[in-house]
T-cell receptor, first 114, second 111 residues
Framework: GAGVSQSPSNKVTEKGKDVELRCDPI?????LYWYRQRLGQGLEFLIY????????KSGLPSDRFSAERTGESVSTLTIQRTQQEDSAVYLCASSLLAGVGEQFFGPGTRLTVL | DAKTTQPPSMDCAEGRAANLPCNHS???????VYWYRQIHSQGPQYIIHGLKNNETNEMASLIITEDRKSSTLILPHATLRDTAVYYCIVSRENYGQNFVFGPGTRLSVLP
């Protein structure tokens, strides 16, 4: 596709349920990033994938959060046993190469935990 | 990565130049200055980045002081569509670019 896509665009879930958020990066982009943005705040880095290297998970807030990426394509962010404080917009970005130029962001998934 | 400081909000008249400042006094020699913006309910959009020389592209100009402790993003002819939150970020290239986005500057372009 022409840009980074994310699905679903909106997700409402009940506290304690697991959710999966999907990101399709731009074709050919080797680096993929997940960020979280709480209402009215800046972006928090969560995790970063670069090719086949081990991901940088330093931003994951707890062991309830995990992410996978298949090769240099789709990534899934999973949040287990969701809590109300997990409510936020989850943004995915990709870049052609790590450390080079710009990151292209998707539209985000708005997660609401009731 | 070095921390950045930006004013929380600014206004600019439509058609005038918008000058958005950013302080990054602890920047190190291998760190770049990046600017992104986020229009309401959208993902952030890359604007420009630079190391020490001034940069210009179709969207904006980036002026970096000689000591690199501060920079200014210039939108030469602001339009209503430029209303957004503007983020100044300092990051080392070749380090995964897990950008640290602060609160940014909320720019309001007024008719």
């Amino acid at each position: 596709g022409a840009g980074v896509s994310q699905s679903p665009s909106n997700k409402v879930t009940e506290k304690g349920k697991d959710v999966e958020l999907r990101c399709d990066p731009i074709s050919g982009h080797t680096a993929l990033y997940w960020y979280r943005q709480r209402l009215g705040q800046g972006l928090e880095f969560l995790i970063y994938f670069q090719g086949n290297s081990a991901p940088d998970k330093s931003g994951l807030p707890s062991d309830r959060f995990s992410a996978e990426r298949t090769g240099e394509s789709v990534s899934t962010l999973t949040i287990q046993r969701t809590q109300q404080e997990d409510s936020a917009v989850y943004l995915c970005a990709s870049s052609l190469l790590a450390g080079v130029g710009e990151q292209f962001f998707g539209p985000g998934t708005r997660l609401t935990v009731l | 990565d070095a921390k950045t400081t930006q004013p929380p909000s600014m206004d600019c008249a439509e058609g005038r130049a918008a000058n958005l400042p950013c302080n990054h006094s602890t920047i190190s020699g291998n760190e770049y200055v990046y600017w992104y913006r986020q229009i309401h309910s959208q993902g952030p959009q890359y604007i420009i980045h630079g190391l020490k020389n001034n940069e210009t592209n179709e969207m904006a100009s980036l002026i970096i002081t000689e000591d690199r402790k501060s920079s200014t993003l210039i939108l030469p002819h602001a339009t209503l569509r430029d209303t957004a939150v503007y983020y100044c970020i300092v990051s080392r290239e070749n380090y995964g670019q897990n950008f640290v986005f602060g609160p940014g500057t909320r720019l309001s372009v007024l008719p």
